[in-house]
């Protein structure tokens, strides 16, 4: 358990870098016309907002949990932005498929 905790948080570490990148360009989303009224545009740029922020949040509670030898919450608590990541793909996904 204990090694999966930092293999974890190592891989989340990696991917915060992009994320921020995302984050940043997210509101390029709204250069279609009409997108700006899409209820699926909005969430997947809200998603892609708070990415980096529950990246960042996990990993302090994630290590304040590790530092207390309490791996398993430590692995829980990066579970998050894993849950994040999964919206932002069905999102990708519905968005490309769905909408004209």
Do not use: H, R
């Amino acid at each position: 358990m204990k090694t999966s905790a930092l293999t974890v948080n190592v891989i989340l570490l990696i991917i915060l870098i992009p994320s921020i990148f995302g984050a940043v360009m997210s509101p390029m989303m709204f250069d279609a016309p009409g997108s700006e009224k899409s209820k699926k545009t909005w969430t997947l740029v809200c998603c892609l907002a708070a990415l980096p922020i529950l990246i960042i949040i996990a990993q302090i509670i994630s290590w304040i949990a590790y530092s207390n030898q309490n791996y398993d919450l430590a692995l829980k608590i990066n579970a998050l932005p894993a849950f994040d990541m999964l919206l932002i793909i069905f999102l990708f996904f519905m968005i490309d498929q769905f909408t004209d």
